[in-house]
């Protein structure tokens, strides 16, 4: 990607930094949650090979594993951030990428916040597998779950088999929320995707504030926040009951 399109594609895809002050708060899994902390559950979903675990890494660890480990049934990490001085805890789902997965553990995706479907910009299949991707999404899912579309692999540019306007059209006629390339390779626009999901999982919980008025305790699965509680120990284990 040339060095133009990444500076036109990085005012695009940007948060304006003087509305919100995002900075990377303490991330420890071991870390105890914050009282008045927000926690969303993310679930990144799509085909084997599109770099899924290299995105969350990336994004967690700052680290890129070149050797390719398929994930079997799912792992979680964690990202925390404060933003506005509110913080804000993402548990990320990192899943396999076999559909018939989720046919027998459709709970992965109870009260899912933000699912992010992911594919490689140079493997045409892996696009082409997004409509089967987005029903499994649309079957499972809460309909109000934020969507986004990321293709990945963006370093491997001289390569593609997919176009950026395909992808905006699918995003558009999904009524999907937002759309991006990335590459976790080169750590291209990897911060900028979940800062995105960030500030929209910011905004709804700010407007939702604002409906609730006065009313400090909210009712998460009344009001429909996708606020998750903390996780059972069990639960943030490698684990699944399909073989995979």
Do not use: H
């Given at each position: 990607?040339?060095?133009?399109?990444?500076?036109?594609?990085?005012?695009?895809?940007?948060?304006?930094?003087?509305?919100?002050?995002?900075?990377e708060?303490?991330?420890?899994?071991?870390?105890?949650?914050e009282?008045?902390?927000?926690?969303?559950?993310?679930?990144?979903i799509?085909?084997?090979?599109?770099?899924?675990?290299?995105?969350?890494?990336?994004?967690?660890?700052?680290?890129?594993?070149?050797?390719?480990?398929?994930?079997?049934?799912?792992?979680?990490f964690?990202?925390?951030?404060?933003?506005?001085?509110?913080?804000?805890?993402?548990?990320?789902?990192?899943?396999?990428?076999i559909?018939?997965?989720?046919?027998?553990?459709?709970?992965?995706f109870?009260?899912?916040?933000?699912?992010?479907?992911?594919?490689?910009?140079?493997?045409?299949?892996?696009?082409?597998?997004?409509?089967?991707?987005?029903?499994?999404?649309k079957?499972?899912?809460?309909?109000?779950?934020?969507?986004?579309?990321?293709?990945?692999?963006?370093?491997?540019?001289?390569?593609?088999?997919?176009?950026?306007?395909?992808?905006?059209?699918?995003?558009?006629?999904?009524?999907?929320?937002?759309f991006?390339?990335?590459?976790?390779?080169?750590?291209?626009?990897?911060?900028?995707?979940?800062?995105?999901?960030?500030?929209?999982?910011?905004?709804?919980?700010?407007?939702?504030?604002?409906?609730?008025?006065?009313?400090?305790?909210?009712?998460?699965?009344?009001?429909?926040?996708?606020?998750?509680?903390?996780?059972?120990?069990e639960?943030?284990?490698?684990?699944?009951?399909?073989?995979?």
């Amino acid at each position: 990607m040339s060095n133009e399109n990444i500076k036109k594609s990085t005012n695009e895809y940007s948060i304006d930094s003087n509305k919100y002050n995002i900075i990377e708060f303490n991330n420890d899994d071991n870390e105890n949650e914050e009282e008045d902390e927000l926690i969303y559950k993310v679930i990144v979903i799509g085909d084997q090979n599109v770099g899924k675990t290299s995105i969350i890494q990336k994004l967690v660890t700052k680290y890129f594993n070149k050797k390719y480990n398929s994930t079997i049934g799912f792992d979680i990490f964690y990202y925390r951030v404060k933003i506005n001085n509110k913080i804000i805890k993402l548990n990320i789902w990192d899943t396999c990428g076999i559909k018939d997965f989720f046919s027998c553990t459709q709970n992965i995706f109870k009260e899912v916040a933000l699912a992010i479907i992911v594919y490689s910009i140079s493997e045409r299949e892996t696009f082409e597998s997004l409509e089967g991707w987005i029903n499994v999404l649309k079957k499972n899912s809460n309909p109000n779950v934020l969507k986004f579309i990321v293709g990945n692999k963006l370093d491997l540019e001289n390569g593609r088999k997919t176009q950026k306007e395909e992808a905006e059209k699918l995003k558009k006629d999904n009524d999907f929320n937002f759309f991006i390339e990335t590459s976790a390779k080169d750590d291209i626009f990897i911060k900028e995707l979940f800062e995105n999901g960030i500030v929209q999982l910011y905004e709804s919980n700010k407007k939702m504030e604002e409906k609730d008025g006065d009313e400090l305790k909210i009712d998460f699965k009344r009001k429909n926040s996708f606020v998750i509680k903390n996780l059972p120990n069990e639960q943030k284990k490698n684990n699944s009951n399909c073989n995979c």
